[in-house]
């Protein structure tokens, strides 16, 4: 994984260089920041593939600059914070992160969860020496380019996080058919789903404000009370 770059935004340098230390000796290179303004700077100065961003900074805080980052970005985006509320995690995810590891965390598991998530972040395409297949599934109005991994509404682009994209290659390549909460956590995620409701809701209400006309009323993907979601036919 040498080929990939992580930027570590931390206010606590201690913090900073003990993630940088784990993250070396799995193969990657790190560049470090000390808030979210100085993470935007190191952004336009170098290709970065995943970015590990604190939440409570100085400055510029971790919701506020994940909320700018993903203005351009679709990078993977792994949230740390000392707060182990729900509506922390909610927030985190509501602007666009991708995952979320409460403080104290376990190294090996910060390890596993980056390392997870670059692994994602080449299957989707989004990185481009990623593989490819050259089909289109239509959906309605939806189109779904696995080539170029982009999602069109008549003809629209529609942009979608990483995680976002996961989400709906699988539920309109399997168009009709109902996944659980828990399917849609481990084929996504790739890992054990345990309490993961509030996670998958969250990326589902993202999607559809990008793709319904009137997300209360979805057109497109479906709510199965007390099963799960599809992607209607």
């Not at 040498?2 to 940088?20: G, M, P, Q, S």
């Not at 109902?178 to 990326?203: G, K, L």
Request: charged share 30%; hydrophobic share 40%.
């Amino acid at each position: 994984m040498n080929e990939f770059t992580v930027l570590v935004v931390d206010d606590e340098k201690e913090i900073r260089d003990a993630i940088e230390i784990y993250l070396r000796n799995e193969g990657l290179t790190v560049i470090q920041a000390k808030d979210g303004i100085e993470a935007l700077e190191r952004l336009n100065e170098r290709e970065v593939h995943l970015i590990i961003l604190d939440v409570m900074m100085p400055r510029l805080d971790g919701i506020s600059a994940a909320f700018k980052i993903r203005e351009q970005k679709n990078i993977p985006i792994i949230m740390l914070s000392a707060k182990s509320e729900d509506t922390d995690k909610i927030l985190g995810l509501q602007i666009g992160a991708d995952d979320y590891v409460s403080k104290p965390f376990n190294p090996v598991e910060l390890v596993a969860r980056v390392k997870s998530q670059l692994r994602r972040y080449v299957t989707l395409g989004t990185y481009e020496g990623s593989q490819k297949e050259s089909t289109v599934i239509r959906v309605k109005g939806l189109s779904l380019d696995l080539e170029a991994k982009e999602l069109t509404i008549d003809g629209e682009l529609i942009k979608l996080t990483p995680i976002e994209y996961r989400i709906v290659e699988l539920l309109m390549t399997n168009a009709g058919r109902v996944f659980s909460i828990h399917d849609i956590y481990e084929r996504v995620w790739q890992e054990p789903c345990y309490n993961a409701e509030n996670t998958v809701a969250v990326h589902i209400r993202k999607i559809r404000e990008k793709i319904e006309i009137d997300p209360k009323n979805p057109m497109y993907l479906k709510v199965v009370w007390g099963v799960g979601y599809k992607m209607e036919k």
